[in-house]
């Protein structure tokens, strides 16, 4: 009799610890899923630093650093041709210069058709996304979006960067990713509209498409200037992630960006071999410098830039508490183009 009533209280205890043990694994798996939807918060990185930093390196600027370090400079822009109204909207090619490298560069401006309010017209800066260098069009692309802007009152600069558009004899075009130069220039262009009368040097926003998006995040986090951010279709996400299934078209497209993307990649490792140094590459991990307000706008049916990447950054500056905007399509693709009139209307609230 004893042996039977033993034999049913270890029975009894196993089935509780078997119960007790499945609880403990249920709890553990649902912490571990909700942990990978949530992500990990991402790494705030300061330019503060007592390092002794490096900058003898090809593109070792990369490390936003010693980006940030840097001093950009620019002279006034100027109107080397004027193209005259259209839609209501004065059109002009004009120049700037990028002291850094020794380049005058080009671009398309369009201002209101009316004079510019006392402290100057609000200016937006538009960053174009890859299109082949040779292939580009200064005076065409995205110019219905130039032109909205400057219909409700603000001047829209579409810089056309190094070794592209009118720019195509000015350097090289290097690509967005493995090299700074762009962001160079558009630093520089920042440093001229500021010295530029009629423009307001205290309102200054960028826009930008796909590989646009990324350099202006990238130029927000460096730039104390910005105001706004508008991204469209941005790799904006965590370095790793981008590099371990996102290979841009505008370095596999682009003889010059792909060498360089090969040659840095050797020289410093990987995203996912040398992450100590690509983590200080991400504007991602940089966006507590910004002051800028951030939209964020992303097509569901994105085939060419994945869509979660603006989630991470949407995801990141969440973590930061940073007041921004997410805006998915579910139909929306790469262009945007159908959704345009809608990101217009938002953008100009936050503008």
Known sequence: MKLR???????????????????????LILIY????????????????TNQLI????????????????????????????????????????INFSVPADGLTEYGLMTTPSTPPPPAGYPVIILLHGYIQPAAYSTKKAYLPDMEFYSQHGFAVVKPDLRGQGVSIHQGKPEGAYYSMAYNTDILSLIASIKD??????????????????????RAAVLSPDIKNVILLS?????VQDMFSSYMPKSDVANPVAFSIHKSVLKKYGTPLTNPKFW???SPLNFLIHTHAYIQIYVGAKDRIVPPRFS???SR????????????????????????????????LQAL
Request: proline share 5%.
């Open 234 to 238: 941005g790799p904006v996400g965590n």
């Open 54 to 93: 490096s900058t003898n390196q090809p593109y070792a600027n990369l490390d936003l650093r010693i980006a940030a370090q840097a001093v950009y400079r620019g002279n006034l822009l100027k109107k080397v041709s004027v193209l005259g109204p259209d839609h209501n909207v004065q059109r002009a090619i």
């Open 33 to 48: 899923i909700v942990g990978n939807e949530v992500g990990e918060p991402f790494t705030t990185k300061s330019f503060n």
């Open 196 to 217: 530029t009368p009629g423009l307001n040097a205290k309102n200054i926003s960028l826009w930008g498409h796909s590989m646009g998006a990324y350099l202006a995040l």
């Open 5 to 27: 009533q033993l034999s049913a209280k270890i029975s009894h205890l196993s089935l509780k610890s078997i119960l007790i043990f499945v609880c403990l694994l249920t709890v």
């Open 279 to 281: 983590d200080y590459t």
């Open 316 to 347: 990141a500056l969440n973590q930061l508490n940073m007041p921004h905007q997410y805006f998915v399509y579910p139909n929306g693709k790469h262009g945007l183009l159908a959704e345009r009139s809608q990101i217009e209307t938002h953008s």
């Open 311 to 313: 989630a991470d950054l």
